[in-house]
């Protein structure tokens, strides 16, 4: 138990025993640090008041966002039924629940819970954009358009239906009647990112540079400090390319992408990069025993940690985003998870892992030569490196890497085998794979394994 938990629990046993706090009372707290991302100090307390009140429906719902967030579906998805079993006709739980079985792909139970709320809440603009989500993911494209349009007769600037409309108009190419619900949104709210977001994707996947640079550029001026148009404005522009993303436009990209990133990449994207990395490391690698100590970099959300884990005696995973490292320990396979930048702390760490493995990072990065150069310091002799990265042809990249307007950069194989060599590294296999599908295109990789040479 950490001190932020025991802090939390002691607040609350010294609270009650003073009769200066009641159930309501401690909720209201545990849901303040709910909110603070306080995840384990809220979770203690809301467990203490299932002590006291079993079965307590507010409570129940709130462990199961809390799991939720945690990575944890099937104890959500248990949680906020009971929460439902105990108050059936409560909207908010039903349309929680079909959010979470939505992410777990359980897309028929979702769609029943929608309209549980759409029951007993007649006009819920809210429900009805999350039913039209959930009805073009199943290609029921004039349902989805149906139910946005009564969205938008409720409340016509319905902030979400307006970019949902746009997101289902783009994918029926109606693309100018995209880029207008998209404009609407961002002129309804300029200080919301997510219009500028979508209507600037729109424009690069068909190749419009120019003027998905105008769009960041806008966002940009109407939120400067906002990592992520600056970001992407490099990116389309080619104007003031960093040499890596910058730690906050990783940071805030993957704390937001986090609720829904295994869905994405696994359901709509057919990502494989974790199982490719993994199955390449594995013909360098001896017999699964749980002898070595392994650096899941760049973890994300978890994804590689269950397929290494046979293989660890001390599996450790680093990444910027809290966001993913919540969803990550929900993988419970994890012996620590640690919020850093990746390149320094594996500087930080000479010496210390027999493999490091790392699936759809090195992506973020220009040059690997710092990266290369900093796990091979961290491995022993012996040790093995495993990664993926986007592959990129000589002819359009001349440095060995590019940024490309997506924002992540793909390197070429004779950069990252340079890279290997600089780094003392022998490099054991080069695979090309696809990694990933994208706008319907396969995204090319290259599936990278060397070892560090034994003295």
Request: proline residues 5%.
């Amino acid at each position: 138990m950490n001190p932020t938990q025991d802090c939390a629990k002691e607040q609350v046993s010294n609270a009650a025993t003073a009769q200066e706090l009641s159930v309501g009372d401690a909720i209201a707290v545990a849901v303040r640090l709910h909110r603070e991302r306080r995840f384990e100090a809220a979770e203690a307390i809301y467990c203490r008041v299932l002590e006291a009140v079993p079965g307590h429906p507010d409570v129940l719902h709130f462990l199961g966002v809390l799991a939720n967030q945690k990575g944890r579906l099937d104890d959500a998805i248990s949680l906020i039924a009971q929460a439902i079993a105990a108050v059936p006709d409560f909207p908010d739980f039903h349309n929680n629940l079909g959010n979470i079985l939505a992410l777990a792909g359980r897309l028929d139970e979702a769609e029943g819970h929608y309209r549980r709320v759409l029951e007993l809440r007649l006009e819920s603009p809210d429900t009805l954009s999350n039913l039209a989500t959930l009805c073009r993911a199943q290609d029921r494209f004039a349902e989805a358009e149906a139910l946005l349009n009564t969205a938008l007769h409720i409340a016509p600037n319905h902030l979400k239906s307006l970019n949902n409309f746009g997101l289902l108009c783009d994918q029926l190419e109606r693309h100018d009647e995209a880029i207008d619900y998209y404009s609407r949104a961002i002129s309804l709210m300029p200080q919301n990112a997510d219009g500028y977001h979508l209507l600037g994707a729109l424009y690069f996947t068909q190749g419009r540079l120019k003027e998905a640079s105008d769009v960041y550029r806008r966002w940009m001026d109407v939120m400067p400090d906002h990592p992520t148009p600056r970001h992407m404005y490099a990116a389309c522009s080619g104007v003031d390319v960093p040499q890596r993303a910058a730690d906050d436009y990783v940071e805030r990209t993957f704390d937001l992408f986090a609720e829904s990133f295994e869905q994405q990449l696994q359901q709509k994207l057919s990502y494989r990069a974790p199982e490719l990395v993994t199955d390449a490391a594995a013909r360098a690698l001896p017999a699964p025993s749980a002898a070595l100590d392994v650096l899941d970099a760049g973890c994300g959300t978890g994804l590689c940690g269950p397929l290494v884990k046979p293989w660890a005696r001390l599996l450790v995973g680093v990444d910027l985003s809290s966001g993913m490292l919540q969803k990550a320990s929900g993988k419970a396979c994890y012996d620590q998870l640690i919020k850093a930048e990746l390149t320094s702390w594996i500087d930080a760490h000479p010496g210390q892992f027999d493999l490091i493995i790392s699936a759809d990072t090195l992506c973020y990065f220009g040059s690997l030569a710092a990266p290369i150069h900093a796990a091979a310091g961290a491995l022993r002799n012996g040790g093995v490196l495993a990664f993926s990265v986007e592959a990129a042809d000589e002819s359009s990249a001349g440095e060995g890497h590019r940024i490309n307007p997506h924002g992540r950069y793909s390197h070429t194989i004779n950069h990252v085998h340079a890279c290997l060599a600089a780094a003392g590294l022998e490099r054991r296999s080069t695979d090309t794979a696809v990694l990933r599908t994208e706008n319907g295109k396969p995204v090319d990789g290259l599936v990278v394994v060397a070892s560090k040479p034994q003295v």
